[in-house]
């Protein structure tokens, strides 16, 4: 009888450790996607850490790190969401910052085979830089990229498509030493297939990646940028 109490208990408790340890993944689990690091941004996100430092700014289980967290979703990525034309994303890089990933058209933003912007592509570009404008505490990182053709200057293409935008958001009034070196990959990166008409329309998109500066943590670490009853505030909105 007490030995099969005793394995009761045994069996019972293997049973609330699989429970807790199923609880404490749910809770971990980021509610955003990942960097793929075999992609461009590799080397972006390599500049990027270079900028604010190889050790995370702030530890990643601190308290301060949910508020850097909720400064991002709050005053970026919300706002962002809001304009039509813009596909927004939270992405999480291995300091557990979250950035905001915009992913634009290229048939919205420029002229058929043409670095030059249409007039739709500038207003959704002063829209970001507004948002930018109000948010001087972080950088941005800017990639194009085209579908498969037979236009031999893709990569060329894409570039120059970059540095229009970097060109166009600074001419807005946003620093340049905010904005990393744009980058066009030409093909290289493709996210749908290229024998549709619906995937390479996908795939002539430029992608601008807002993410927290240094400036940014240092603030939050010196209580500039806090929480109070429950809500974001800086030392400018007092």
Excluded at 210 to 234: F, H, M, Q, V, W
Aim: glycine content about 6%.
């Amino acid at each position: 009888m007490k030995k099969n109490a005793f394995f009761l208990l045994i069996i019972s408790l293997c049973i609330l450790g699989c429970k807790s340890k199923n609880n404490l993944s749910a809770i971990s689990e980021p509610h955003s996607i990942g960097i793929d690091l075999s992609k461009p941004e590799r080397p972006y996100f390599s500049k990027y850490k270079e900028m604010i430092g190889r050790q995370p700014p702030i530890p990643t289980t601190s308290y301060k790190s949910g508020i850097a967290q909720r400064y991002m979703r709050e005053r970026i990525i919300a706002p962002l969401q809001a304009i039509d034309g813009l596909t927004v994303e939270e992405v999480m890089e291995e300091y557990n910052s979250r950035l905001a990933k915009i992913t634009i058209s290229t048939d919205f933003l420029f002229n058929s085979m043409s670095p030059r912007l249409t007039d739709r592509g500038s207003e959704l570009l002063r829209q970001i830089a507004q948002l930018l404008d109000a948010n001087p505490h972080t950088v941005v990182m800017i990639i194009c990229h085209c579908e498969y053709s037979s236009f031999q200057n893709r990569t060329l293409l894409t570039q120059a498509r970059a540095e229009s935008i970097a060109e166009v958001l600074t001419g807005m009034g946003v620093a340049q030493e905010r904005i990393l070196d744009p980058m066009g990959c030409g093909d290289e990166w493709p996210v749908a297939n290229n024998n549709t008409s619906v995937g390479r329309k996908e795939n002539r998109r430029a992608e601008i990646f807002i993410c927290p500066a240094k400036s940014l943590y240092e603030k939050i670490l010196n209580d500039e940028i806090r929480l109070e009853n429950g809500r974001l505030r800086t030392d400018s909105e007092q």
